[in-house]
Nanobody, 115 residues
Framework: QVQLVESGGGLVQAGGSLRLSCAAS?????????MGWYRQAPGSQRELVAT???????NYADSVEGRFTISRDNAKNTVYLQMKSLKPEDTAVYYC????????WGKGTLVTVSS
């Protein structure tokens, strides 16, 4: 059974940093066509934050370009999202997604950025 488990969320002041982790089990992260981070703020739709495909190419939302970095560790079967210069508008539940023949989602981790 494939599972994605996010961790690393929390409360941080504006300008601070956090690193989110998405640990995969039941399947290698390299077997996914792509993996990504999405977020959903209260009252808003879920939106793309960053993706990384099987070849290592990355893509970022304009709102996080230059502040967030997606990466992966094969040995740990984990995908990371390093977030710097956090802003209150980055407050959201962050979800990990793996794309294969179907989509796999984690349950999310809450990031709260105080002003």
């Amino acid at each position: 059974q494939v599972q994605l488990v996010e961790s690393g969320g929390g409360l941080v002041q504006a300008g601070g940093s956090l690193r989110l982790s998405c640990a995969a089990s039941g399947r290698s992260i390299f077997s996914f066509n792509a993996m990504g981070w999405y977020r959903q703020a209260p009252g808003s739709q879920r939106e793309l934050v960053a993706t990384i495909d099987s070849g290592g190419s990355t893509n970022y939302a304009d709102s996080v370009e230059g502040r967030f970095t997606i990466s992966r560790d094969n040995a740990k079967n984990t995908v990371y999202l390093q977030m710097k210069s956090l802003k209150p508008e980055d407050t959201a539940v962050y979800y990990c997604r793996g794309v294969a023949s179907i989509y796999y989602w984690g349950k999310g981790t809450l990031v709260t950025v105080s002003s």
